[in-house]
């Protein structure tokens, strides 16, 4: 039953972190961000939250920092929306499953490409 109460909390944070990133944060250095995923620890006190980014290695490294300055803001606004005794400690990780998927479809292409020519 716990289980299934930190799937949903992680789903209604997922939720709301990616509002608050796109509608509130007013920081240029922040891109195009995708939020994944977030992972809830089972007493609520830590978050991982998963993000793809668009963009150049640069461009990403900055969006990190970017939102690394502003998580106590993102915290305090994620406090407001959700009802909780506790909100949890964010943390911002790198997504790569993305870009991995379209590798791996830019390179089955290419193999079927290959097959056609035979």
Known sequence: ???VRV????????????????????DPRIGFITVTGVDVTNDFSQAKI??????N???KEETLK??????????????KRIRLRK????FFKFDA?????SRIE??????NAGNANL
């Open 66 to 79: 970017a939102l690394s300055r502003s998580t106590g803001f993102i915290r305090s606004e994620l406090g």
């Open 50 to 55: 998963y993000m793809s980014v668009l963009g």
């Open 106 to 111: 830019q390179l089955l292409n290419q193999i």
């Open 1 to 3: 039953m716990a289980k």
């Open 97 to 101: 499953s993305i870009e991995y998927g």
């Open 57 to 59: 290695d640069e461009q």
């Open 87 to 90: 909100v949890p400690e964010l």
């Open 7 to 26: 799937g949903r909390v992680g789903e209604q944070i997922k939720k709301e972190i990616s509002h608050i990133i796109q509608s509130e944060l007013k």
